[in-house]
């Protein structure tokens, strides 16, 4: 899709929000999901409207959406409800700016409450790109000066959570039917147990490949030993995740110093200063993006920029959130080149797929759909499930 003169020049014009409205939501998942921090059997998520008006008279309104995340952020819906409808509603209905000017109001408003930011960024995005009557990734990659691939599609994961040997190696089967040959696979409960998945996994799926992710499980000396033990096994691992706590940034460092398997960050990884903080450190080989995290969008891609800057890959993944959430992640993720892979599969969990649009997944292949800002229908208040 070709850019006109006037979109060209209407991405940096201003906006003014118009409304900003909250409603809840619950999905219950298809199966558990578990890590080593967490089970999870439903989600309770917030949906956000906003209504901008451009300067040109062109009104449009955008829906973002957040999971309770309190494993990660601290997030429930109680918290994001009160943090929406307070501060962050105060801060950005009547306001007038760029979308970045409102996005950086976004982050300013209040302090923490990531999750709840990211909500009303992405309604805030989703509604800017309509009034461009444009794709998310294209006005974003326009914003920067970027170009944008039309046919871009990117290889996806499926995650495997934390359970029994026989189970995981069922559930990784199940992934490689369905297409996938990358699978995410958590880890972290004990050394012995966690091996004992990988080969399950790998004996069930030959040639699949693998991503670990400890969430934080392991401490450096431990992480060496059993990284070195995997090396040694040979196990087609690709990258290991957080596989220690957030804090440790010198353990971090360690571990990746004394292996070869690429270390990802992700817990430690919140914004752009954190960031640097890693790179300086030699701490990461990769870094996990999160919007739940960040908080924005312009927070998101001031990562990914100082990423590039490093010549450090980046991934955009999420927690188990909803269509909304993923859809956002993934025109991020197709609007930033430091960008190379994806972990966004947590709808493939949901016992309900609204709303209907944005991406789709064939063959383990992300490939977004078009359509102006997400491309997503609207989920209506009145279908709200408690």
Not at 55 to 64: E, F, L, V
Not at 170 to 184: P, S, T, V
Request: charged content about 25%; some cysteine; glycine content about 8%.
């Amino acid at each position: 899709m070709q850019m006109t003169a006037v979109q060209m020049t209407a991405v940096t014009q201003p906006l003014t929000v118009r409304s900003v409205r909250v409603h809840r939501r619950r999905a219950p998942l298809l199966r558990p999901f578990v890590t080593a921090k967490r089970r999870t059997d439903a989600v309770e998520y917030v949906v956000v409207d906003v209504e901008v008006e451009a300067a040109d008279g062109t009104r449009a309104a955008g829906q973002g959406s957040a999971a309770e995340t309190r494993a990660v952020t601290g997030e429930d819906a109680d918290t994001m409800t009160a943090a929406l409808q307070g501060p962050l509603a105060a801060a950005l209905e009547g306001a007038d700016g760029t979308v970045t000017d409102l996005d950086r109001r976004i982050a300013a408003a209040v302090d923490g409450a990531t999750s709840a930011k990211s909500a009303l960024s992405v309604a805030l995005h989703d509604a800017w790109a309509r009034t461009l009557d444009l794709p998310l990734v294209q006005a974003l990659a326009a914003l920067r000066g970027w170009p944008v691939d039309p046919d871009w599609s990117i290889e996806a994961d499926m995650t495997v959570s934390l359970e029994d040997p026989r189970t995981m190696a069922g559930h990784a089967e199940d992934a490689a039917a369905d297409g996938y040959r990358i699978l995410k696979v958590k880890l972290g409960s004990s050394e012995q147990e966690d091996r004992q998945r990988l080969e399950a996994v790998v004996h069930r799926v030959p040639g699949v490949r693998l991503r670990l992710d400890a969430n934080q499980g392991w401490q450096p000396q431990e992480a060496i030993r059993i990284l070195k033990g995997l090396e040694d096994s040979g196990l087609p691992v690709d990258l290991v995740e957080q596989p220690c706590p957030a804090a440790d940034i010198t353990g971090m460092a360690e571990v990746r110093e004394a292996v070869g398997i690429p270390i990802m960050a992700d817990e430690s990884l919140w914004d752009a200063d954190d960031a640097r903080a890693l790179i300086d450190a030699g701490a990461a080989d990769l870094f996990n993006i999160k919007l739940a995290k960040t908080g924005t969008i312009t927070g998101a891609l001031a990562i990914a920029d100082a990423a590039l800057e490093a010549g450090i890959a980046c991934m955009v993944g999420a927690m188990m959130e909803p269509r909304i959430s993923i859809t956002a992640a993934a025109h991020v993720a197709a609007a930033h080149p430091a960008v190379t892979m994806i972990d966004l599969d947590s709808p493939d969990w949901f016992a309900e797929r609204d709303p209907v649009g944005g991406y789709e997944v064939a063959d383990g292949t992300l490939r977004l759909l078009g359509g102006a800002g997400l491309g997503l229908e609207r989920l209506d208040e009145k279908e709200t499930n408690q």
